[in-house]
């Protein structure tokens, strides 16, 4: 809905973490089940069109020298890095929030904007394709 439109990118814009994943797993709520695949893509897929159709600028697997970031959305006030993992039997989302910080931090995600003057924000977001079809859990990297 366009409510919710507005109400992500004012989120976006005032770097509220809590809201903007509220308002993601609102509009992810609204994709019928049937149609979900159980892919990391296709939750990462789900979320760059989400941005795209907000007019964020939206890029997913940018590649740095170390590796690749699940999602970059920038604004002119923001840059907000992902790394999403997908919940699967044997896992537990405390160690993909573990696994998706490593990753961040070891890659040096970061490093590629270091010169930009916008606020940067490092997030992991694990996805549950099984029971619950949203983001059950989201930290900020540090």
């Known amino acids: 809905s366009i409510n919710y ?37 296709y939750w990462q897929t789900a979320f760059y069109l989400i941005f795209t159709v907000l007019g964020f600028r939206t890029t997913a697997e940018l590649r740095t020298s170390l590796g690749r970031i699940d999602a970059v959305i920038t604004s002119s006030k923001h840059i907000y890095l992902f790394e999403f993992k997908l919940l699967k039997k044997g896992t537990t989302t405390r160690r993909l929030l573990k696994e998706a910080a490593r990753q961040i931090n070891e890659t040096e995600y970061a490093k590629r904007f270091a010169c930009d003057s916008r606020q940067l924000h490092k997030l992991t977001a694990v996805f549950d394709e099984k029971d619950r079809k949203s983001i059950i859990k989201w930290k900020i990297v540090v």
């Open 5 to 41: 439109l507005a109400k992500l990118t004012r989120a976006m814009d005032s770097a509220s973490y809590e809201e903007i994943f509220d308002i993601i797993n609102t509009l992810l709520a609204t994709i019928p089940y049937d149609i979900h695949l159980p892919y990391e893509k």
